[in-house]
């Protein structure tokens, strides 16, 4: 059995560089083969062999500016049936929610399904899947569009006729790849988008601006030995928002930060080490 997906590169004469469109098709298949073996074993994996139980296979080439279709495919009986379990459409659910979260970006709403799969997963393993699709695998995958300034689109082949995009990259995106972490205290006023209880992550929205941004903690400031009433500022601030919805109506926390930062000095990630009380 297998999922199918597809890898479709900008270019204006059907032809992409050998050596970084084969990189970026070595890319598509670590990320979605290393998402795969964490969802079904419960374990990260790290290297790649030909003995895994979850293999990527190339099948045609398209046109439509580059395109290259390949298969993602389950061998393992008992693997076969825990991917049954997820179903095909909560899986890619969650191969663009994995890529979203490792390059900083706002995914889409996951499904019930789809998000019961990764409450399941739980916490540590998302954050070490997260981590590990950083290490390279992203790289790999966003080589033509670092070279070359082409996009590179992951798509979920849902039938012939339907493709459901995944993730677009470009040299935007793989900048989050070299990021790194500016210990000025800087301080800002958000409200709160999204918000992992257990880890602190998530995603705000600062006063005056229109997009969201990933904010999380210090490695050394862990969320869950916050004191319950910094926690529960967060929460409640998350929970009134969701219940207004005129976003001019939106309550703000006062924050003192840290930022992560790319190396045009874009801010991909606030780390918060206090909250300013009025």
Known sequence: MGINFDVLIDSDDYSVDMNTGLETLKGASEVTRKIAGTLLTEHVPKNLTNENKVRTKLKKSFKGSFGQTFTLEIEDLELKKRFNKIGKEPFAELVSYFIHEALYLESAELS????????????????????????????????VATSFNQEVKLRFRQSRAEQIILAELDRTSSATLKSKTDTK?????????????????GRLQLFDAGETVAFGFPAQVKFREQNRSLKQKFSDNLHINNGLKNRDDWKTLKLKAYTKKTNNNRIIKYLIIGIIDD
């Open 185 to 201: 205290e800087i301080r800002i006023e958000a409200s709160i988008t999204r918000l992992n209880i257990n880890t602190g992550n």
């Open 112 to 143: 019930k399904k789809a998000q019961k799969t990764l409450d399941n997963l739980g916490d540590i393993l998302e954050e070490k899947l997260t981590e590990e699709l950083r290490v390279s695998s992203l790289a790999h995958l966003h080589s």
